[in-house]
Nanobody, 115 residues
């Protein structure tokens, strides 16, 4: 059973930084891709960033230049470094992984930005 566990959310002032972590229960290179989604109240869940097995990274336009996704296969972790946080960034952030046709989600971690 694949499990993804996020950590690192919290409250930060606008312009500040947070780093989210996602711990996978299996070798992350088994996944086709891993990444981060977010969902704000009243909005649909949206892709923030992901990284595929080949290391290719993709970012939402709204976070390009501010957020960085990375991974550490030695400890089966994926990270999301979030800099210059803006008032539009608050949401529940979810770790996500795909393996063939299956999708796996973490429980989510709340990010709040104060102005």
């Amino acid at each position: 059973q694949v499990q993804l566990v996020e950590s690192g959310g919290g409250l930060v002032q606008a312009g500040g930084s947070l780093r989210l972590s996602c711990a996978a229960s299996t070798n992350i290179f088994e996944f086709n891709a891993m990444g981060w989604y977010r969902q704000a109240p009243g909005k649909e869940r949206e892709l923030v960033a992901n990284i595929n097995g080949g290391g290719v990274k993709r970012y939402a336009d709204s976070v390009k230049g501010r957020f960085t996704i990375s991974r550490d296969s030695a400890v089966n972790m994926v990270y999301l470094q979030m800099n210059t946080l803006k008032p539009e960034d608050p949401a529940v952030y979810y770790c996500h992984a795909t393996l063939l046709s299956r999708h796996y989600w973490g429980q989510g971690t709340q990010v709040t930005v104060s102005s």
